[in-house]
């Protein structure tokens, strides 16, 4: 799965897309190919295409500030999160 995702990140590079990985929750048979850019300082797009299977995620994140992200997900469940982070 490394191997995949430097190619990825290579490809990549050359498309202008900031982030190329190759991610799994098991094995290669639940791979995802994740394309993700920032559209701006605040919005994250994140898309995540299935390697094996016809599955795919669209993530967009909002950084309101340091402490606060809203994020909804479309994919195979629809959710909408919200993000408190704490740095000691």
Not at 9 to 26: R, T, V
Not at 29 to 53: E, F, Q, T, W
Request: hydrophobic share 40%.
């Amino acid at each position: 799965m490394s191997g995949g995702s430097f190619l990825a990140s290579k490809f990549a590079n050359e498309l202008g897309i900031e982030e190329a990985s190759l991610q799994s929750a098991g094995g290669f048979h639940d791979a995802s190919l994740m394309l993700g850019k920032y559209l701006s300082p605040r919005l994250y797009v994140n898309y995540g295409i299935g390697v094996l299977d016809q599955v795919s995620t669209l993530r967009i994140q909002y950084f309101v500030n340091k402490t606060w992200t809203l994020q909804a997900e479309a994919g195979t469940e629809n959710r909408a999160e919200i993000f408190y982070t704490v740095e000691r």
